[in-house]
């Protein structure tokens, strides 16, 4: 990989604030490879590059490259670098089906704790919303939808648009703290909302669900809202109690 295009892919890495630091640096370093911008044979960048970017400790960015290692995405070379492995876009997908028949207790757990706060978050906005709550659910809803709609879908964006969008929801909570514990929640449903997110029609279907949230929350009824918000945690929940990897071939 030639230094600019390298830095290139460095300087495109942001450091977040929702996941943990070893969430934050796999996910970003699975988009670069979903994009194509880490391409299969190039290097990742070095320790001390992703350390520098993300400000963390060689620890947490070891824990992220092993967790790519673990899924077959990239290979480790001691003395030369990290890799991008071949046939990594089939790969990508089986390693994440893989991914949900082994973490689907957690993950069924975590969306059934999701849909009890995103309820909660719904009821709380339709009764004590105001305008200007109301107004950022309406902006976030918006801008998933239009995601959505895009000719070309960019999964990543919407999957970042969708935790936007049930965060607004969560805003007019009193004391702040359900926004705080969705947005942890969220973190560790990366994975899971990424290969939901791409089933054939997905995205329409959740823009579907977010718009009876928002109209529920609108119209200012608890009820309505809160049992939109359960339902569309729920359907999740129900395909990934369910799902199965396609057999290997």
């Excluded at 995405?73 to 071949?86: N, Q, Y």
């Amino acid at each position: 990989m030639t230094r600019p295009r390298k830095a290139a892919i460095v300087a495109g890495l942001q450091a977040g604030t929702w996941v943990s630091a070893t969430h934050q640096i796999r996910e970003q370093l699975l988009r670069g490879i979903r994009q194509g911008e880490l391409a299969p044979g190039s290097a990742l960048p070095s320790e001390r590059e992703l350390c520098e970017v993300f400000g963390v400790s060689r620890v947490s960015v070891r824990e992220a490259i092993a967790g790519l290692e673990a899924m077959g995405l990239v290979s480790v070379r001691h003395g030369r670098g990290t890799f991008v492995r071949e046939g990594t876009a089939a790969r990508y997908e089986d390693s994440f089906g893989r991914y949900l028949q082994l973490h689907r207790a957690q993950l069924v757990e975590l969306l059934a704790v999701r849909g009890a706060l995103d309820r909660l978050a719904a009821q709380e906005a339709a009764v004590n919303g105001r305008p200007e709550h109301v107004e950022r659910i309406v902006r976030a809803h918006r801008a998933f939808l239009d995601a959505a709609a895009a000719p070309r879908p960019e999964f990543d964006r919407i999957a970042e648009l969708d935790v936007a969008f049930h965060v607004a929801v969560a805003s007019p909570g009193a004391g702040g703290l359900l926004p705080v514990l969705l947005t942890d929640l969220h973190g560790l449903l990366t994975e899971s909302r990424l290969i939901t997110l791409a089933r054939p029609g997905q995205p329409a279907r959740s823009a579907a669900e977010h718009q009876a949230i928002v109209d529920a929350v609108v119209a200012g009824d608890a009820a309505e809202a809160g049992r939109r918000a359960d339902e569309h945690v729920a359907r999740v929940r129900r395909w990934i109690s369910g799902f199965r990897a396609p057999a290997s071939g």
